[in-house]
C-alpha cells in the first residue's frame, strides 16, 4: 500500500468516526450516567449501546493502529458490528408496529424530534466500505497467512486444535441463537391471532440475519484469537518456561513488561475513549451547557495522558532495575 492510499484510508476511517460519536453517544445525555456503575449497568444491559461501543472503539483503535493488518482487520469489525446494530435497531422498531416509512426514518435518518445522530450515522457507512475497499490487500494478506500457516505439515496440531474449537464454537453458537429465535416466535405467536400473520414472518426473517452476523462476529473473535496466538507463542512459550525456574537465574520482567504496558496501555485509552464522550455528553444534555462537551473532552485527553505517562516511567523503572541486574551479572546473559 503506498503511502498515499495509506493516509486516504485513515481520513476514511477519521471522517467515519467523527459521524459515528453523535449516534453513539447521545443517548447518554438522557440520564445522569457519571457514576461508572450506572454507566456501565447501562451499557451491559442494553443490546444496542453495547454494539454501538464495540464498534466505536474498533474504529477508534483502527485509526491509530500502526500494523496494516490489524487497522484492515478492526475495520471491518467495525463495519460488521455497525450493521448488526442497524439490523437489531431495525427489528426492535418493526416489533413496536411502526409503518414503514416511521421505521426507516427512526434507523436512518432521525427519531423523532431529536437530533439528527442516525442521519450522521448512516453517512459514516459511505467513507468506512471506503476505507475497507482501499484496505481490502490487507484483509486478503491477513487470511491468506492465516491459512498458510494452518496447513503448514508442521502445524499440524494448531489445525486441529483450531477446527475443533471453531466447529465446538459454532455448534453450540447456532443452536442458542435457533432457540432464541424458536422461543420469540413462540412467544410473538401467542399474543397473535390464529394465521398468516406477516409480522411473524418478519421476526423470522430478522432472526436469521442477525444470527449470520452473529456467527460472522464469531469468526471474527476466533480469527482474532487464532492471531493473537501465532504473534504471542513463541513469548508465552518462554515465559511459562522460566516459570519452572526456581533458583530466580532468569528475569520474567523484560519478557512481560511491555505485554502488561499494552495492556495497561489499552484498557485505559479504551476507557478513555469511551468515558469522555459519555461524561461530556450527560454534563451537555443535563445542564444545557453548551460549552462542557470540548472543555471536557480537552481535559479528559490531558488527564489520559499523564497517566499514561506515570504508568509508562514506572514501567522504564523496573525495566531499568532488572537491566542493571542483569549486566551486573553476565554470566546470567542470554
Known amino acids: 500500500m503506498n503511502l498515499i492510499s495509506n493516509k486516504l484510508h485513515r481520513l476514511y476511517l477519521v471522517i467515519a468516526l467523527l459521524l459515528v460519536i453523535p449516534d453513539t453517544f447521545y ?22 449501546l ?38 437489531w435497531l431495525t427489528d426492535t422498531w418493526r416489533s413496536n408496529e411502526v409503518a ?35 484496505q481490502k490487500t490487507r484483509v486478503a494478506n491477513l487470511l491468506t497467512g492465516l491459512v498458510n500457516f494452518l496447513k503448514a505439515p508442521i502445524n499440524k496440531t494448531h489445525q486441529v486444535v483450531f477446527y475443533a474449537i471453531s466447529g465446538a464454537s459454532y455448534l ?6 435457533t432457540n432464541s429465535i424458536i422461543n420469540n416466535y413462540r412467544l410473538a405467536s401467542s399474543d397473535l391471532p390464529s394465521g398468516f400473520q406477516s409480522s411473524t414472518i418478519w421476526l423470522i426473517i430478522f432472526g436469521v440475519i442477525q444470527m449470520a452476523l452473529k456467527l460472522l462476529i464469531l ?11 501465532i504473534t504471542w507463542k513463541s513469548d508465552i512459550k518462554t515465559v511459562l518456561g522460566h516459570m519452572k525456574d526456581f533458583k530466580l537465574s532468569e528475569y520474567l520482567t523484560r519478557k512481560v513488561a511491555s505485554y502488561l504496558y499494552t495492556f495497561y496501555f ?16 450527560t454534563t451537555y444534555g443535563i445542564n444545557q451547557d453548551y460549552a462542557a462537551f470540548p472543555m471536557v473532552a480537552v481535559a479528559g485527553v490531558i488527564l489520559t495522558f499523564l497517566i499514561l505517562l506515570a504508568i509508562r516511567l514506572v514501567f522504564e523503572l ?15 546473559r542470554r
Do not use: C
Open 219 to 229: 469468526g471474527l473473535a476466533l480469527i482474532a484469537s487464532l492471531w493473537a496466538w
Open 172 to 177: 453450540a453458537a447456532s443452536f442458542a441463537i
Open 318 to 332: 523496573a525495566v531499568a532495575v532488572i537491566h542493571i541486574a542483569e549486566n551486573s551479572k553476565p554470566s546470567l
Open 100 to 134: 414503514v416509512s416511521t421505521l426507516f426514518k427512526n434507523v436512518f435518518f432521525r427519531t423523532g424530534e431529536s437530533p439528527y445522530v442516525e442521519a450522521f450515522s448512516t453517512l459514516a457507512l459511505v467513507p468506512l466500505v471506503l476505507a475497507i475497499i482501499v
Open 266 to 281: 489499552v484498557s485505559i485509552v479504551a476507557l478513555a475513549a469511551v468515558g469522555i464522550p459519555i461524561y461530556a455528553s
Open 27 to 48: 443517548w447518554y445525555t438522557l440520564n445522569d450516567y457519571s457514576n461508572p456503575f450506572d454507566t456501565f449497568n447501562a451499557v451491559s444491559s442494553s443490546t444496542g
Open 50 to 87: 453495547t454494539w454501538l461501543l464495540v464498534s466505536y472503539l474498533a474504529l477508534f483503535f483502527a485509526i491509530f493502529a500502526q500494523n496494516l493488518e490489524m487497522r484492515a482487520f478492526l475495520s471491518v469489525v467495525a463495519l460488521v458490528t455497525r450493521i448488526y446494530f442497524l439490523v
